[in-house]
T-cell receptor, first 113, second 112 residues
Framework: GAGVSQSPSNKVTEKGKDVELRCDPI?????LYWYRQSLGQGLEFLIY????????KSGLPSDRFSAERTGGSVSTLTIQRTQQEDSAVYLCASSLDGSYGYTFGSGTRLTVV | GENVEQHPSTLSVQEGDSAVIKCTYSDSASNYFPWYKQELGKGPQLIIDIRSNVGEKKDQRIAVTLNKTAKHFSLHITETQPEDSAVYFCAALSGSARQLTFGSGTQLTVLP
C-alpha cells in the first residue's frame, strides 16, 4: 500500500484480556518497528524486525508482550493479560532496508479499563 | 545505549517568527538524525533528516544543523505559520543499534 496501515485505530479492553494489534508495512520494506507512546511522552522502542533475521526484542517491557511478522510483511503485536499501564498509542513503522527513512502508521490507541 | 535529550518541551512563537529546537545525543557512533512532526491523532511524519557527513541541510523554511564534536543537532523553522503547530521529535540512529532513539518531544504553538 501507499503507507503503513495499522488496525484497529482504537481499542478498549478490560484488564486481564489479551489484545492483538496489526501492522501492514509499505510493500517492499524489509524493516519493521513497533514503538509505544504514552500520553504526552516520547516514543519507546519495543521490537524490530529486519528481513529473515531474528527480531531485536530488547525493548519489550515484559514477557506479556510478543510480536511476530509473517512472510516478511504483516506484523502482529500481542499483549497478554493487559494491565492499565499498557494504555498507550502503539505505533508501527517500516523502512526500506533498516537504515534511514522510517514511515510511521497512525497508531492504535489502546485503553485498558 | 543511545540517549537523546530534547529541549524545550514547549515553545510558543508569534506567527512569522523563527523557532529553534535543540537535541543532544550520547553515542558518538550515531550517524543519522531525523526530525519528525506529529499532529494530534496522527503518527509522526518525517520532515527533514541529516547524516553525519553533513553539517547543515535546508528544505524551504526548515533547516537542521549538526555539530558532531559537541554531539548536538538543532531544528530551525523560519517564518512560522499556524499549521506548523505540532509536536516535534528529534531522533538518532546509532551505528551499533538498528533502531532510532527519540527525544521526548517539543510542543510548538504558533500564535496567529
Amino acid at each position: 500500500g501507499a503507507g503503513v496501515s495499522q488496525s484497529p485505530s482504537n481499542k478498549v479492553t478490560e484488564k486481564g484480556k489479551d489484545v492483538e494489534l496489526r501492522c501492514d508495512p509499505i510493500s517492499g520494506h524489509t524493516a519493521l518497528y513497533w514503538y509505544r507512546q504514552s500520553l504526552g511522552q516520547g516514543l519507546e522502542f519495543l521490537i524490530y524486525f529486519q528481513g529473515n533475521s531474528a527480531p531485536d526484542k530488547s525493548g519489550l517491557p515484559s514477557d506479556r508482550f510478543s510480536a511476530e511478522r509473517t512472510g516478511g510483511s504483516v506484523s502482529t503485536l500481542t499483549i497478554q493479560r493487559t494491565q492499565q499501564e499498557d494504555s498507550a498509542v502503539y505505533l508501527c513503522a517500516s523502512s526500506l532496508d533498516g537504515s534511514y527513512g522510517y514511515t510511521f502508521g497512525s497508531g492504535t490507541r489502546l485503553t485498558v479499563v | 545505549g543511545e540517549n537523546v535529550e530534547q529541549h524545550p518541551s514547549t515553545l510558543s512563537v508569534q506567527e512569522g517568527d523563527s523557532a529553534v529546537i535543540k537535541c543532544t545525543y550520547s553515542d558518538s557512533a550515531s550517524n543519522y538524525f531525523p526530525w519528525y512532526k506529529q499532529e494530534l491523532g496522527k503518527g509522526p511524519q518525517l520532515i527533514i533528516d541529516i547524516r553525519s557527513n553533513v553539517g547543515e541541510k535546508k528544505d524551504q523554511r526548515i533547516a537542521v544543523t549538526l555539530n558532531k564534536t559537541a554531539k548536538h543537532f538543532s531544528l530551525h523553522i523560519t517564518e512560522t505559520q499556524p499549521e506548523d503547530s505540532a509536536v516535534y521529535f528529534c531522533a538518532a540512529l546509532s551505528g551499533s543499534a538498528r533502531q532510532l532513539t527519540f527525544g521526548s518531544g517539543t510542543q510548538l504553538t504558533v500564535l496567529p
